[in-house]
């Protein structure tokens, strides 16, 4: 009888190819452990066993797999359960989803390598240029990578030399796969055996008289043995003998030292799990209480406790619970950033039983994180880490937290699977049957309608940590300070007013603007041109620091223009503002203090989060200017002043959900304030105070807003009662997007009728050279989502088989907001 396996490859396939094994794989194999296979003509992928079974493929012949590359699965059921439904709920493949979970170095590629055939006679004459030079080559070195060839001949396709070296027999070809992983080996070093006894150390230390060098060396090592009773290190021991690793190397030529290797982790933990869990107040005890009751009755519960009520150390005390269960905790934070300032915390607690994931560490180490959790390890009995830790391999999870639940960082928008962390996590607890808690100071209309709707439980935490009162919030009316003269540059008197009296309080200030660099347009004052980008439809912003005009859509950049292009006039004239400017002109204001910035520019780096957090920690930084990075829940001990420079341009956003981001964004920027006994505040800049948003916000009034939000969805049919799904047209011609998302959009009306907006361009109609196109199809309570699912990819199918449309790539986006 013979056997297949259904392998999932990491490409976008509707399907799962099958293979043949042998009698003796079936056996072994398991769901979850990566085998390669030949894929196409000549690739080779690393696929993921998904079943087992007898049953032939109809349409093709299966081929034989290339080899096993595991012992034990990679990934567990439960895990590949999860992926089917992120793929199936968020219209991608299995595929996608397994490209996205895996660490790279997992997903072993083949490359080609080239041989010369040995004992053939040729004639040089017989040989084209660019033949003899890779013939030549090979006469050097035994074999060539694609990548070398490219290197030699300077051009690009060098397959066509390949395939004439090859009719000529002169070369073969393979495959080769690479293990991308590499272990991190530590070289240690000890005494060679033959010195063990008293006397034959003596006489080694009476030889070694005439090298004091080499003798301090031993000597240093007996210490160190001595003193930690641990393995010495290579690098440990030429720091403590303070000589050359030369000497060190002449001492294991002499085999008077050996020196090994140990694997280790690349991220390690240094410290003393030893401080106490801190004892909650009264407000946080009965909340506590709240939400362990509420667990009993249901498995997901919101906490909406305002901002520095102490969310974070009630999550502790449920991670301690789950502990002492010896369950896992996955916790979740919408930004890199935050996990910076709670790995600290949580190890203080923890200890080592702490691991982190997120996109800022290299694949090695990713690789050691993935290890551990699917072993169950000690080391990530808690997971901390951004939305891509929702796809690690679990072995016992027992809670789910969701901290910020409401961040818009949770989605993820390009490249598939446009996944929502928040939801996604919420069905990973449920395949666990484990607990969710969703926190936040503003949650998501979403999650508050659920629980509204009884389907969460929902807990309140409504007093600041001391009883600190809430911030004091002060509406700036710009229209006016501008008619009567009083602002510098896009500081009112009364901020910079606020601001003398804070620094000379001794406390820290935070300005917040939602927009990088200097100025978003630059324009001529003689003829009004503007520099655009290229390749977008989008103004360049000008970055002082680097003094180029740059596109924050492709990342075009160019030197700053000194005369304008269209008329050559010197008058260039900035407008709007941004972070760069902000610092600036506080930089001029308060020349005697230290005035940072905290954007994307200034955090490229996988430190570079940590530099500026750590520098306003630890006192250095006066004045912290920043965007939307700031508002992710960090906690800031020493900030009393928040300043929003404008917050108008939050406010008049051309998308439904502009009011309720806005008001969160504040009240979170405002939540920075006044976190420990001084009471913090808050000024607000804008051309409308008068605004509902900004009045709710200076009242901190989160339930007023929701009413009102939640009846203008009900109006214009939008989320939480209605669901969305978003499809986007990309393609280089206007023309042949304008007329494919035409005929989509008809056939979309003949199943939805007046559900379907669109098509539509967006206010950015062209990025990376790609015209962008939009759908909104709306879906009511009563109306199937698998049914409607049905339906457009039944139309998706038939739009790419028009042979007119099929270069336009269709993007399906399940709740895009």
């Known amino acids: ?67 096993i590359l595991d012992e034990t699965p990679l990934v567990t059921p439960i895990q590949l359960q999860h992926w089917k439904w992120i793929s199936s709920y968020y219209m991608c493949t299995v595929g996608e989803v397994m490209r996205a979970a895996l660490p790279s170095a997992f997903i072993l590629e083949s490359e080609t390598v080239i041989y010369k055939v040995d004992n053939t006679e040729v004639n040089d004459e017989a040989l084209k240029d660019d033949e003899f030079l890779v013939y030549e080559a090979l006469h050097h070195q035994s074999s060539l990578k694609i990548q070398d060839l490219m290197a030699i001949l300077d051009k ?86 303070n000589t050359s690793s030369a000497i060190v190397k002449a001492l294991i030529d ?20 030893d401080s106490d869990l801190k004892q909650l107040n009264s407000h946080q005890n009965k909340a506590l209480d709240e939400i362990q009751q509420s667990f009993e009755k249901q498995n997901i519960t919101l906490l909406h406790g305002v901002t520095s009520s102490g969310k974070t150390e009630l999550y502790v005390k449920l991670i301690e619970a789950q502990l002492k269960t010896q369950k896992q905790t996955l916790y979740l934070v919408p930004e890199i950033a935050l996990t910076t300032q709670l790995v600290s915390r949580l190890q203080d607690y923890f200890g080592e039983k702490v691991a ?8 090695n180490e990713r690789v050691e994180v993935w290890h551990n959790v699917l072993t169950n390890s000690p080391k990530a009995q808690i997971v901390l880490g951004a939305r891509s830790s929702i796809l690690l391999p679990f072995q016992n999870l027992g809670l789910v937290i969701v901290d910020e639940e409401h961040e818009s960082s949770y989605k993820q928008f390009d490249p598939a699977p446009r996944y929502h962390a928040r939801d996604a996590a919420i069905v990973l607890a449920q395949l666990f049957k484990a607990k969710t808690l969703l926190g936040s100071a503003t949650p998501s209309l979403e999650s508050y309608y659920n629980a509204q709707q009884q389907k969460y439980g929902l807990v309140e935490l409504k007093y600041r940590f001391n009883n600190v009162l809430m911030p004091e919030i002060e509406l700036v009316d710009l229209k006016d ?24 309080e001794g406390y820290q200030i935070i300005l917040f ?99 500026i957090i750590t520098a306003l920690e630890q006192g250095e930084i006066d004045i912290l200017v920043g965007t939307q990075m700031l508002t992710k829940g960090l906690d800031f001990r020493n900030v009393k002043l928040v300043g929003i420079m404008n917050a108008d341009n939050m406010l008049n956003f051309p998308d439904f959900r502009a009011h309720e981001r806005s008001f969160q964004l504040m009240a979170q920027v405002a939540g920075r304030s006044g976190r420990t006994k001084a009471r913090g505040k808050v000024l607000i800049q804008s051309y409308n105070p008068f605004h509902r948003i900004l009045q709710q916000v200076s009242t901190n009034d989160y339930e007023t807003m929701y009413v009102e939000q939640l009846e203008d969805r009900y109006t214009y ?88 449309f099929r270069a336009i790539r269709v993007i399906l986006n399940v709740d895009n907001y």
């Open 1 to 67: 009888m013979s056997h297949f396996i259904n392998v999932i490859l990491p490409i976008p396939l509707e399907k799962s190819f099958t293979y043949a094994i042998t009698e003796a794989e079936a056996t072994f194999l398991k769901p979850g452990i990566r085998v390669s296979v030949p894929f196409g003509k000549s690739k080779i992928y690393t696929g993921i066993v998904d079943t087992v079974h007898h049953n032939a493929p109809l349409v093709y012949e299966a081929k034989q797999i290339h080899q």
């Open 481 to 504: 300070k501008h008619k009567r003269k009083r602002m510098t540059g896009h500081f009112s008197d009364r901020l910079i007013l606020e601001m003398q009296e804070t620094l000379k």
């Open 717 to 804: 049919k939008y989320p939480p009662l209605y669901r969305m799904i978003k499809i986007t047209f990309k393609h280089k011609d206007y023309q042949r997007v304008n007329v494919g998302a035409d005929w989509f959009a008809k056939s979309l009306r003949t199943v939805f009728k007046d559900n379907v907006l669109g098509p539509e361009f967006p206010p950015v109609a062209r990025i990376r050279n790609q015209y962008l196109k939009h759908l909104l199809i709306k879906i009511p309570q009563q109306q199937s989502l698998l049914k409607t699912k049905e339906a457009i990819i039944k139309i998706n199918n038939s739009f790419s088989s028009v042979k007119d």
């Open 254 to 273: 002499k085999e008077i030292l050996e020196d090994y290797h140990i694997q280790t982790d690349r991220v390690q933990y240094e410290g003393d799990a």
């Open 356 to 363: 982190v994931f997120h996109s800022k560490y290299s694949s």
């Open 156 to 241: 690009k396709n060098v397959l066509p030399v390949i395939k004439r070296l090859l009719e000529k027999q002169l070369i073969n070809v393979q495959e080769e796969l690479y293990e991308k992983y590499k272990p991190k080996l530590v070289r240690y070093v000890k005494l060679s055996n033959q010195f063990t006894s008293e006397a034959a150390l003596q006489d080694l230390l009476h030889t070694l008289s005439r090298a004091p060098k080499q003798r301090d060396v031993v000597m240093t090592l007996f210490s160190i043995s001595a003193k930690t009773k641990q393995p010495v290190k290579v690098s440990e021991l030429v720091s403590e003998s």
């Open 513 to 611: 603007q939602n927009r990088r660099g200097f100025s978003p347009i630059v324009e001529c004052n003689t003829c009004g041109h503007s520099p655009q980008c290229p390749n977008c439809d989008v103004s360049l912003t000008y970055h002082q620091y680097r003094n180029q005009l740059r596109c924050h859509y492709c990342s075009y950049n160019v030197v700053m223009h000194k005369n304008c292009e269209a008329c050559g006039s010197t008058e260039l004239d900035s407008k709007g503002f941004g972070t760069e400017q902000v610092e600036e002109e506080a930089k001029v204001l308060f020349p005697n203090h230290n005035v940072a910035r905290m954007d994307l520019d200034t955090t490229r780096g996988k430190y570079g989060y940590e530099k």
